[in-house]
């Protein structure tokens, strides 16, 4: 469950989240019939709704990299979204925008080489540019190489590099508060925990190897 409280219909007053709610889950309470068309539970936007004006600040922005007075073309905005969900480690980016990914065009073999993409031959000159750039911004926090600063503008102008740049970094975002607060496909156990050790089990496996090593000289 997420690990804040849903807010269900009964108690939103606000009519621009109710809008939503309407648009997303019809008549129902998303809290009590969760449920979206993309299979989600929905718990992002309910969620979100304990924060009026933060949920229309998400949603706008939404609106803003699909209007059609972006410059950036939408197939390497969707590039830029992916990389950074699986960077992040955020399935539920992840498993949105790989749909996005094919609804713009791309490949299966492209969607699935997201992960590996830098030892993939299945992306373009820009597209690699692309990818290099949202691990830049990601993984590195946003130490950009002149490198790979000078290859994306070869295929980019100023103003879709900053486009690219303020969305990639939102998604960025949404990925690491989806993860956070254990929203939708993110509402996972952590992986990474200690693994017993079969019962009765007293040796120190490292100690064990430093004996031998003694044993041998």
């Known amino acids: ?21 309407g648009t997303l ?4 309470d998303p809290v009590t019939e969760p449920g979206t068309a993309t299979g989600t539970p929905g718990n992002w936007w309910t969620v979100f709704a304990q924060v009026p004006d933060a949920f229309r600040h998400t949603t ?4 803003f990299y699909r209007s059609p007075n972006r410059q950036l073309d939408p197939k390497l905005r969707e590039l830029g979204q992916i990389r950074a969900g699986y960077a992040v480690g955020s399935q539920f980016v992840y ?12 490949s299966e073999e492209q969607v699935k080489a997201i992960p590996n993409w830098s030892t993939a031959a299945c992306f373009s000159e820009v597209e690699r540019a692309v990818l290099a750039y949202t691990d830049c911004l990601v993984l590195e926090r946003g130490r950009v190489p002149d490198g790979v600063f000078e290859l994306l503008k070869k295929h980019l102008s100023e103003v879709e590099i900053l486009e690219l740049t303020y969305i990639t970094c939102t998604y960025m975002m949404h990925a690491v508060m989806s993860r956070a607060l254990k929203l939708e496909f993110d ?15 007293t040796a120190d496996v490292m100690g064990m190897v430093d004996k031998r090593k003694d044993a041998d000289k």
């Open 25 to 28: 889950f019809g008549d129902r």
């Open 1 to 21: 469950m997420p690990r804040l409280r849903e807010i269900p219909r009964s108690e939103v007053t606000d009519e621009y989240v109710l809008a939503l709610y």
């Open 60 to 63: 706008e922005g939404f609106g």
């Open 187 to 201: 509402d996972v156990a952590e992986r990474v925990v200690e693994v017993p050790a079969p019962e009765g089990a």
């Open 95 to 106: 498993s949105q925008h790989s749909k996005a990914m094919r609804f713009e065009g791309y």
